[in-house]
């Protein structure tokens, strides 16, 4: 069990990932990215037209690397670490990130995940961890920036992609709330900070909470 847990939420071009990855990488901690669950359940979903959902549980052989230089995602022998990044999978996951059950299932799955990493600290990111999944981790984030930066940052100024990413945090964020602190969570605006002051800003905040 890892002993330092860093929790990150936040929306898409955050700069959560690479965030998340780069302070893992410095803190020789292990890195889970839990949106890539989702993404790759839908995937599972897509390929399996017509199961059940609890079939679709049952059959669905997940594993992720927590290495946050080789983050890779299987299922069953398939590595999917490229497929699961596809337009295709990303206007259909947050259909699937909906519904409760799924939600359960990906919660229990993630916290088996940080159980089982033998690491000395880990960084979990997606949009429920300070909140559902690690509300008890020893360091708790939001990371937020502007919608136009978020935008710019993934390169979808204008496009329809952007619309896409817009109607995904929306739905997103009535799923959960990650657009809004809680309590005991640190907010980092990212919007003025560039990525090696986004990374310092976060390995500050893990000296903060260590030595007060
Ligand atoms: O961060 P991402 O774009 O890879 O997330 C993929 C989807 O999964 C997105 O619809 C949000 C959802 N998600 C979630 O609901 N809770 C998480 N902890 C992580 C992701």
Do not use: W
């Not at 409760?100 to 919660?107: A, C, I, N, S």
């Not at 429920?128 to 509300?135: F, G, L, R, S």
């Not at 020893?138 to 979808?156: F, N, Y």
């Amino acid at each position: 069990m890892a002993e330092f847990v860093i929790a990150i939420d936040g929306p898409a071009g955050s700069g959560k990932s690479s965030v998340s990855k780069e302070v893992a990488r410095r803190l020789g901690f292990g890195y889970l990215d839990t949106g890539a669950g989702y993404r790759a359940l839908a995937l599972h979903g897509l390929n399996n037209p017509g199961q059940e959902i609890q079939q679709l549980f049952d059959s669905f052989d997940y594993a992720i690397s927590l290495d946050p230089d080789h983050p890779a995602v299987m299922v069953g022998d398939e590595d999917v670490t490229a497929e699961i990044r596809t337009e295709r999978i990303a206007s259909a996951v947050s259909q699937i990130a909906k519904l409760p059950e799924v939600r359960k299932f990906q919660l229990e799955d993630a916290r088996a995940l940080i159980s089982a990493c033998n690491m000395p600290g880990i960084v979990v990111e997606g949009r429920d961890i300070t909140t559902v999944v690690a509300p008890d981790a020893q360091l708790r984030i939001l990371l937020t920036a502007s919608e136009a930066v978020r935008l710019a940052r993934r390169g979808l100024e204008n496009s329809e992609s952007a619309e896409n990413l817009k109607a995904r945090d929306a739905s997103d964020s009535k799923v959960v709330e990650f657009m809004i602190a809680a309590e005991g969570v640190y907010l980092v605006d990212t919007t003025d900070l560039d990525f090696e002051s986004s990374v310092a800003e976060v390995l500050r905040l893990v000296e903060v909470v260590k030595h007060g």
